[in-house]
């Protein structure tokens, strides 16, 4: 009897205390100061509360190119990265000269960043040109901000030899502002983002409007670049309307993640969108005519059928 009870309670212990594996995935996104870290710890959330049996958590990381070489090594399960980045490692070009990248795939093109390029007022900077031989923050190396500012500087004539290039995060480059130990710097970033919109409160600041000459002399160099509007009041100060380069922000996994895993987290952050856009506004242009518009590389077979089930017409260029 002693033994029996013993059994039973042994049995019911089992019972009781039940464990269920979850698989952990790792979404690479980039600094606190910008909207990587927000995006995907919003979709880190939809991916908790929405797909049985996984569980998700945004990495601080050094942002686009280094999240590619993430998800290449399966380091990281899912990353957010500039479209000319992705574009360029897939094809192995530019930062990935000889070093193709050709089993990411797309899930979603997320937003447009801006290119932001940013000085204080008094600083006596009100033009690209005035760059020259001043102390310029091009984004933290393996950013896609320092591919950004490097073509926009390398197509209107402006090399590293011609300014005292910084390669610092936004937050870095918002305290060296503030602190007088930069000049200028450069974000490519969706509006508004946090860094830029505290350093605005604390100083006056001014934003580099590129020319007409110079923003097509930057997409003929780089056809991923678009034109796209600042509104006035995004940041205190500013308050008319600009005209800045823009670039598509695309989430993207490796081609050995499941189908199945891929269709339940496209469906899941489409479904489930109003939770993304309350995280931060940039997610109101996640939609899928924008996937089929910006993303530069062919969409993972998983995401492609959550696409064709609800009816969106996919670009050959889109498929693997």
């Known amino acids: 009897m002693k033994l029996f009870k013993a059994l039973a309670a042994s049995t019911l212990l089992v019972v009781a205390t039940p464990v269920f594996a979850q698989e952990q995935l790792s979404i690479a996104t980039g600094g606190t100061g910008g909207v990587y870290f927000p ?56 930062r990935f000269e000889g070093n193709a990248l050709p089993m990411v795939r797309g899930l979603a093109s997320l937003y447009a960043n801006m290119i932001q390029i940013v000085a204080l007022e008094g600083s006596g900077i009100t033009s690209l040109e005035d760059l020259r031989g001043k102390r310029v923050s091009i984004g933290a190396p393996g950013s896609g901000t320092e591919v950004n500012a490097a073509a926009i500087l390398n197509a209107n004539g402006i090399t590293y030899d011609d300014i005292d290039e910084q390669r610092l995060n936004f937050n870095e480059t918002a305290d060296a502002l503030a602190n007088g130990d930069i000049d200028a710097g450069f974000w490519s970033v969706g509006a508004p983002t946090s860094s830029i919109l505290n350093l605005a409160t604390t100083n006056n600041i001014v934003l580099i409007a590129l020319t007409e000459a110079e923003i097509a002399a930057s997409r003929a160099a780089d056809a991923t670049f678009a034109t796209t509007t600042l509104p006035g009041g995004t940041y205190n100060g500013v308050d008319a309307d600009m005209t800045v380069l823009g670039i598509p922000n695309v989430l993207v996994a490796s081609s050995e993640m499941s189908d199945d895993l891929a269709y339940a987290i496209t469906r899941a952050m489409f479904e489930n969108i109003a939770d993304l856009q309350a995280v931060h506004p940039a997610a109101n242009e996640t939609t899928v005519d924008f996937t089929m518009s910006a993303t530069p590389i062919p969409l993972h077979p998983g995401a492609i059928r959550y696409y064709e089930e609800i009816g969106a017409t996919i670009p050959d260029a889109l498929r693997p």
């Open 39 to 94: 995006m995907g710890g919003g979709l880190a959330e939809i991916i908790n509360g929405k797909i049985d049996g996984y569980s998700a958590t945004a990495e601080v990381t050094g942002a686009s190119v280094e999240n590619m070489g993430l998800v290449a090594t399966g380091d990281a399960d899912l990353a957010i990265a500039l479209a000319d980045t992705v574009q360029q490692g897939y094809t192995g070009t530019g």
